[in-house]
């Protein structure tokens, strides 16, 4: 018998091996695959989309639509492990603290498990007078039933019907024709009606979804949703929602957008409707269909956070709503602690964020490319610069930082994250890290020396650098020479006799044997060197900066100096509540970087 085949450790494509394409531009040799593409067929051929004046191009999105979060349903039923009541309600509490209005929390004909938290939250006091809870139902009379028994007790209820209506749905999945499958709809909705007038305390209205509306013929659509408008009574002040979800993405979002303001058009009864969108994302344009949607006349959008649902998910409404932010539109929910957030999901849902999803991964606000934290560096510091002009704090200035879209704070994280140090930082990440912890503002001609410095570590080890760990290793390099080195400065002293006349006197231990060195200058580090010429150390100081580590008296200051020490050029630095001790120990710490050998 033969042995079961294992797939190899690496992956075995068939390259590409057809005739290039006679028509293909000279600079794209790509080759045809040989994966059978003729089975498949565009989504024009599919489905008509009869648009043909579309305004939806020009338009721009100015406010927020009603964000409904059906994180309790549609992400619960595409859970490896659903959610118990425990989980749902820390969920459920979640949203209503960001402030959604809508939420659906279920789909209780479904499992027991749905039944009973919709239960759990009429008979607690979970849910605020300004919430409306939906629950989803398919077009069956004893699932509505089961439905309704669940709902009793809540006050404002939106009762979601949904019945698949694509042609291939109807076919393969219900063997109904077009006319049954319209009954079927109007039968069930009545049953709605009937249910809903046996709960006169309650504000009850409805919502319906033809499945899979975008491959969905829009004269039928149309028949449907306008046929329910009239049989649901719809009125400004009691609307329905016609829900049009694209249940499978089958074309590129401009489709959908014609698909949507064709609707927006035809709709019967416009002002009593509510138009709203169910996005998923199988093409990975679920975002961009929902914001699409939303020019092309949508009010409504359904989705879930991060994008969770049934294969690749529903449109993630974390996206839409801080992309709306980052245009300075108001999303009217709150992210401004986006990780609280993702915890809940994480813990609720029992999936990870992945680290670069948008705006809520780990890695999103992080550069390690040293050109990208040298442009976010400027951009913080000159942000910073903009707002003392303004006489605003920087949290209340206008945003303009190079490759944040939106300022980390807004949404709760720290700066921290922003910079981080590995083997492709540059000299500006490390400077701004520097800085940003220790107070440290390296010269500019320092910072390349520095960086070749974190280089060599951060390719010996294959590691990030935190901020502490870049201290320590400027502190060794460039600090702690001046005090454990070949070249030790025992005692000096340092006076001016006379206005530009300055005298260093000093005592050096080089090897165990002690010398005295005395020096003059017209400044105290001019005088050091001269000293130290005394004894062969030739020293040539060629630059020199210090600053104060922080604010106060006691604050220490950090001098920092370039030195031609015999003939070679080096950086030292020194930290010390005394300016010309920080020299001092600065221009020790380049000579002693020397002796051992730095070049």
């Known amino acids: 018998m033969a042995a079961p085949s294992r797939r190899t450790a690496f992956p075995t ?72 009541t425990a989980r749902k309600r820390r969920m459920f509490d979640l949203l209503v603290t960001m402030g959604f209005k809508e939420i659906e929390v279920g789909y209780p004909s479904a499992s027991q498990t749905d039944f009973d938290f919709v239960r759990h939250l009429a008979t607690g006091d979970a849910v605020p007078d300004d919430v409306t809870v939906s629950v989803f139902t398919p077009a069956r009379r004893d699932l509505i039933d089961r439905t309704f028994d669940a709902v009793v007790g809540l006050p404002r209820v939106l009762v979601h019907l949904y019945t698949a209506t694509a042609p291939t749905w109807r076919n393969v999945v219900l063997g109904r024709s077009r006319t049954e499958v319209h009954r079927l709809i109007v039968d069930a909705a009545g049953q709605l009606v009937r249910r809903a007038e046996e709960r006169p305390d309650a504000q009850i209205r409805f919502e319906f979804s033809p499945e899979v509306f975008n491959l969905t013929e829009p004269d039928f659509v149309l028949e449907v949703c306008n046929g329910l408008t009239e049989l649901w009574e719809a009125s400004p002040d009691r609307p329905v929602v016609h829900n049009l979800p694209a249940t499978v993405e089958i074309a590129t979002p401009n489709v959908y957008a014609d698909q949507i303001e064709y609707m927006d058009r035809h709709l019967t009864r416009r002002g009593s409707v509510i138009l709203s969108v169910h996005p998923h994302n199988d093409r990975g344009t679920g975002v961009a269909c929902a914001e699409l949607a939303v020019l092309a006349g949508a009010q409504r959008i359904e989705g879930c956070l991060f994008g969770n649902g049934e294969r690749t998910g529903n449109v993630d409404l974390v996206t839409l709503a801080l992309n709306l932010y980052a245009q300075g539109v108001n999303p009217m929910v709150d992210f401004s602690d986006i990780d609280a957030v993702r915890e809940v999901v994480e813990h609720c849902n029992r999936l990870p964020v992945h680290p670069r999803h948008p705006y809520g991964g780990d890695l999103v606000h992080t550069a390690f490319s040293g050109t990208h934290q040298d442009a976010i560096a400027k951009g913080l510091a000159h942000h910073a610069r903009q707002a003392a002009e303004r006489g605003v704090a920087p949290e209340d200035a206008p945003w303009e930082v190079p490759y944040l879209p939106i300022d980390p704070g807004d949404v709760g994280r720290t700066y921290e994250e922003v910079i981080r140090i590995n083997s492709q930082s540059g000299k500006g990440g490390i400077a701004h890290l520097l800085r940003l912890h220790h107070g440290l503002d390296l010269p500019r001609s320092l910072r390349p020396d520095f960086s070749r410095t974190v280089q060599r570590v951060t390719d010996s080890t294959g590691r990030e650098l935190g901020h502490k760990e870049l201290y320590e290793l400027f502190h060794t390099a460039y600090i702690a020479p001046a005090l454990d080195g070949p070249v030790l400065l025992e005692s000096w002293r340092a006076t001016e006799p006379a206005p530009g006349e300055h005298r260093f006197v000093g005592t050096l231990r080089t090897d165990g044997v002690e010398r005295s060195c005395r020096g003059t200058g017209n400044g105290p580090l001019s005088a050091l060197t001269d000293a130290l010429g005394t004894t062969g150390v030739t020293v040539d100081i060629l630059g020199y900066a210090e600053h104060a580590t922080g604010t106060g008296p006691d604050s220490p200051a950090v001098a920092y100096v370039e030195c031609r020490v015999d003939g070679v050029t080096l950086w030292g630095a020194g930290w010390h509540t005394s300016v010309l001790t920080a020299s001092v120990h600065a221009v020790m710490a380049a000579v002693n970087r020397r002796a051992q050998g730095a070049s």
């Open 13 to 84: 494509p068939s390259a590409p091996a057809g005739d290039v394409p006679a028509d293909a531009p000279h600079w794209n040799p790509q080759r045809p695959s040989a994966m059978p593409h003729h089975r498949y067929r565009p989504a024009h051929h599919r489905v008509a989309v009869p648009l043909t004046d579309r305004t939806w191009p020009s338009r721009q999105i100015e406010r927020a639509p009603l964000w409904v979060p059906v994180d309790l349903r549609d992400g619960n039923q595409a859970l490896a492990e659903p959610m118990d």
